[in-house]
C-alpha cells in the first residue's frame, strides 16, 4: 500500500514536471496600437573639463539613442538617475554647467550631428520623414 501511495506520488510530480517544462515562455508582443522604439546605449565614457576656477572636474556619461520607427510621434519624458556605491541617487545632470554638454557634442560631431543635452529635448520622438 506504501509502495503504490510513493510510485503514484512519483507519477505526479513526474507529469507535473513535464507539463512545466512544456509551458511557453511569456512573451511581451507589441499589438497593432502599440509603440516601440529602438534605443541603444554608447559604453559609458569620461571627460575632463576645467571649471571657471581652472579646477578639472571628471563627468562620466553615455549617449543614447532613441529610433521612432512608427508612423507617429510619441510622447517621451526622459528621466536619468545615478546610484552610488552607498545607495544615494542623484539625478543626471545636478551640478553640471552647460560647458560640459558642449564639449561632450563637439567631441561627437562627427557621428552624431544632431546630439541634444537629454534634459532639453521635446517631449516627442519624430518618425523618419521621407523624401
Known amino acids: 500500500m506504501m509502495k503504490g501511495f510513493v510510485y503514484g506520488f512519483l507519477v505526479i510530480l513526474a507529469t507535473a514536471a513535464c507539463v512545466c517544462a512544456a509551458a511557453p515562455q511569456p512573451a511581451i508582443v507589441a499589438g497593432p ?3 516601440t ?3 541603444t546605449f554608447e559604453h559609458l565614457q569620461q ?3 576645467k ?13 543614447v539613442t532613441l529610433t521612432n520607427n512608427t508612423k507617429r510621434d510619441i ?14 541617487i542623484i539625478p543626471a545632470g545636478r551640478g553640471v554647467s552647460a560647458a560640459v554638454f ?20 521635446n517631449n ?8
Not at 561632450?104 to 543635452?117: A, N
Open 33 to 35: 496600437d502599440d509603440w
Open 37 to 39: 522604439v529602438e534605443v
Open 47 to 49: 571627460i575632463v573639463v
Open 51 to 63: 571649471s571657471s576656477d581652472d579646477k578639472p572636474g571628471r563627468f562620466w556619461y553615455t549617449i
Open 75 to 88: 510622447d517621451f519624458y526622459p528621466k536619468c538617475e545615478l546610484m552610488t556605491d552607498t545607495f544615494q
Open 102 to 121: 558642449e564639449q561632450i557634442k563637439s567631441r561627437h560631431k562627427s557621428r552624431y550631428p544632431f546630439l541634444e543635452y537629454l534634459e532639453k529635448t
Open 124 to 131: 516627442k520622438i519624430n518618425p523618419p520623414r521621407k523624401g
